[in-house]
């Protein structure tokens, strides 16, 4: 696993099974930490570019996944190699499948009430035996949840006791909800935390699912611009250009650098 960094903000280059192997560590040792999980896009770097707040949150994250097209693009602009994409939708899966095989409880925490209890379905109908359970805080503003709320969930924390929480809150409210809630998830026993962003629309069907190039390609983001325009036209037109920027003059910057170390020698 190498750790090349974009925009100031380090990532992880793995691969499915180095991951999968990863988690299913954590889940036999039940270490008490909690492990969190960010799958970064392009929105995600050019964010924690002008939020220090949210790039805190990341750096203190222990797995930075490069989900997005464009993040991949952005490294490999830079000259690093074997870039795997990670995207959230199949960490999923892969997820329910550990907690399938180790008899553990999983989470599905934020989206809409009717796409969490369909995904918790159609998940454990996938995985036989698997308790999946859900909780959609919809009208949740920020990352800070009412004391209300905070005690619905700590009760459901209580009863289900899941090892994986997968926080589908979106982009940067699921990062900052983990990290703020950090102590609350570990003292329930939760030992991994992952945001999905819309992961569960893909699984219930509320967001079509790609064409198998389109997902090879890296083309999501342009599948849910094209299903929710209204929400995601105006940061995204804000947003990708200041990352298309910020890369290219890094990935320039790189390259010139190797250039005169290399003229040095």
Wanted: include cysteine; aromatic fraction near 4%.
């Amino acid at each position: 696993m190498t750790q090349p960094s974009l925009l100031g903000l380090s990532l992880h280059i793995i691969t499915r099974e180095e991951l999968r192997a990863i988690l299913l560590d954590k889940l036999k040792r039940e270490g008490p930490e909690l492990t969190a999980i960010a799958t970064v896009n392009a929105e995600c770097l050019a964010l924690a570019h002008q939020d220090r707040g949210y790039r805190d949150a990341l750096g203190r994250f222990q797995l930075r996944l490069i989900d997005g097209v464009g993040v991949a693009l952005g490294l490999r602009l830079k000259g690093v190699k074997g870039v795997e994409r990670l995207p959230g939708r199949q960490l999923v899966p892969l997820l329910a499948s550990l907690c399938q095989q180790q008899g553990c409880s999983l989470l599905l925490l934020g989206s809409r009430g009717w796409v969490a209890q369909e995904a918790a379905r159609r998940l454990a109908t996938s995985f036989p035996g698997l308790r999946a359970g859900w909780y959609s805080p919809s009208t949740l503003a920020g990352p800070k949840m009412p004391q209300a709320m905070e005690e619905k969930l700590a009760g459901l924390l209580k009863r289900l006791r899941p090892k994986v929480v997968l926080v589908a809150l979106g982009m940067p409210k699921q990062e900052l909800w983990i990290d703020l809630y950090r102590p609350l998830l570990e003292e329930a026993g939760v030992l991994v935390a992952v945001g999905i962003g819309g992961a569960l629309d893909y699984l219930v069907g509320a967001v079509p699912n790609l064409p198998i190039r389109g997902g090879r390609w890296g083309l999501e983001w342009l599948f849910r611009l094209l299903a929710q325009p209204r929400k995601r036209l105006g940061r995204q037109a804000e947003r990708l250009p200041l990352f298309i920027v910020l890369s290219i003059a890094e990935a320039v910057k790189a390259r010139l650098a190797s250039l005169d170390r290399g003229r040095a020698l």
